[in-house]
């Protein structure tokens, strides 16, 4: 059953138990985050992050400059700064199917068409119609696991400290070895999370139908990433997400 959800586009996909933190300055996400504050349960403090396809614009293009499956975001902590943006805290919950992408229009104060009440004293007058916010029709997607994963997990656990040798220590800030999770979809996500790979990879591992799928492209994805380190005596270039990933 669809359900409505605003988003939030990046240029690197969210995953599920990743913190991150983000600073809202446009006026689209700080009416989002007042609308997410005044929600009386934390649990309805929710939002999508999806990543933005290279070279890609999702207001002129909608669903076709973003991937398929983005993760939401439940508000953790939120502090409103002098010029009404805000510092907020976030979580990735749960990964969702994107379905359809509907720009919200955005009155000239940053509120939503309609709004009458919330205000943006900072926006510039001359800005008739600021950026809207898009809110996505989304299918949330359960996580299929099998009686193979502790298998999977157990080769994927070693091959990712293999890994995190070749890398000399690069990761070693992410997640500590006794942080290493014995669960495998815990653990799915945490290397999804981990490795330094292009987004396309990185959103390819996000993207999996099951647990040991995850599971099963990671293993080759570290396997190689660990030949070529050793081989090429280099590290990849790519930067090494900076979110550390929660293992609750």
């Known amino acids: 059953m669809p359900e409505p959800l605003p988003l939030f586009p990046l240029n690197t996909p969210l995953v599920p138990g990743l913190v991150l933190p983000l600073n809202i300055f446009e006026p689209r996400y700080r009416a989002m985050v007042r609308e997410l504050l005044d929600e009386p349960r934390d649990e309805a403090r929710e939002f999508g992050v999806i990543a933005i396809r290279e070279g890609r614009d999702p207001l002129r293009e909608g669903t076709d400059a973003l991937y398929g499956v983005g993760v939401s975001a439940l508000l953790r902590q939120a502090e409103e700064l002098e010029d009404g943006g805000f510092e907020i805290v976030t979580t990735g919950h749960r990964r969702f199917r994107l379905i359809s992408v509907e720009p919200v229009p955005m009155g000239p104060a940053g509120a939503h068409s309609g709004d009458v009440t919330a205000a943006d004293p900072d926006h510039d007058a001359g800005l008739s119609s600021p950026a809207p916010l898009l809110r996505a029709q989304v299918e949330f997607l359960a996580e299929a696991t099998s009686e193979s994963d502790a298998l999977l997990a157990d080769q994927v656990a070693a091959r990712f400290r293999e890994y ?4 000399g220590g690069q990761v070693q800030a992410t997640v500590g070895e006794d942080e290493i999770p014995h669960d495998p979809t815990v653990l799915s996500y945490l290397v999804t999370a981990a490795m330094v790979v292009p ?5 390819q591992l ?8 995850r599971l099963t492209i990671a293993r080759g994805m570290l396997s190689r990433e660990t030949v070529l380190i050793s081989e090429l005596s280099a590290v990849p270039s790519l930067d090494i997400p900076g979110a550390t990933p929660s293992v609750n």
């Open 199 to 203: 987004q396309q990879e990185r959103q």
């Open 164 to 167: 995190r040798s070749a890398l």
């Open 206 to 213: 996000l993207s999996a139908d099951s647990t040991a799928a």
